[in-house]
């Protein structure tokens, strides 16, 4: 079973701030995916990596597969960031459910 | 495009009730599961099917069912509700590679 552990596992920061929250993993995967978890809301998928690093407005997500590690970075943090953050190893088998590992998330909260 | 669908987003069971709880999706996804997210926990899955006709166990299946008669729905059952099966609940359905996309949740509350 593929280890997931997240840190910080809490961080409260100030707007503007630039904020990296990392994730590593135990087993080789086939890609990576990060999610946001809003108060009380829906899960939504942030990301997919499998090699590099992709951007998205102010967010950047970067992995690094021999090191078994990725980074989710946010720009000029602003308040509507905050959220849980949960990284999510895909297994090498492949595509669907039952190869995702979640970890437990960050909480992140963004103050004026 | 309604993505994946999930019903109802609030539910109280007495112990020892049944329910099922809804999952649709319009993507035409093979990929549909079911998970439990609890307080300090990370997303745990309970069931998930890759096709119609085909399901398995996840991490934590007991005490639930689940049936995949047509590619769009993903049914939950819970056979005699415990307040151990407190928690929230969430579908998610995804094609063979890509990102899942998960339904807004269910919070189950078992007295």
């Known amino acids: 079973k593929n280890e997931v552990e997240q840190s910080p596992q809490n961080l409260t920061a100030q707007e503007g701030e630039f904020i990296t929250i990392n994730c590593s993993y135990s087993?080789?995967?086939?890609?990576l995916h990060w999610l946001q978890q809003h108060p009380g809301g829906g899960i939504v998928s942030l990301f997919m990596?499998?090699?590099g690093k992709k951007k998205h407005g102010r967010l950047i997500a970067t992995i690094n597969i021999q090191e078994k590690h990725s980074s989710l970075h946010i720009t000029a943090s602003h308040p509507r960031d905050s959220a849980v953050y949960i990284c999510a190893p895909q297994g090498l088998g492949g595509g669907g459910a039952d190869g995702l590992t979640f970890g437990k998330g960050t909480h992140l909260i963004i103050q004026p | 495009n309604a993505g994946v669908t999930q019903t109802p987003k609030f539910q109280v069971l007495k112990t020892g009730q049944s329910m099922t709880l809804q999952c649709a999706q319009d993507?035409?996804?093979?990929?549909m599961s079911w998970y439990r997210q609890d307080p300090g926990m990370g997303l745990r899955l309970i069931h998930y099917s890759v096709g119609a006709g085909i399901t398995d166990q996840g991490e934590v299946p007991n005490g639930y069912n689940v049936s995949r008669s047509t590619t769009e729905d993903f049914p939950l059952r819970l056979l005699s509700a415990a307040p151990s099966q407190t928690s929230v609940y969430f579908c998610a359905s995804s094609a063979f590679v890509g990102a899942p996309t998960f339904g807004s949740g269910t919070r189950l509350t078992v007295v």
């Open positions: 993507m035409n996804h093979e990929y």
């Open positions: 087993v080789g995967i086939s890609a």
């Open positions: 990596l499998s090699s």
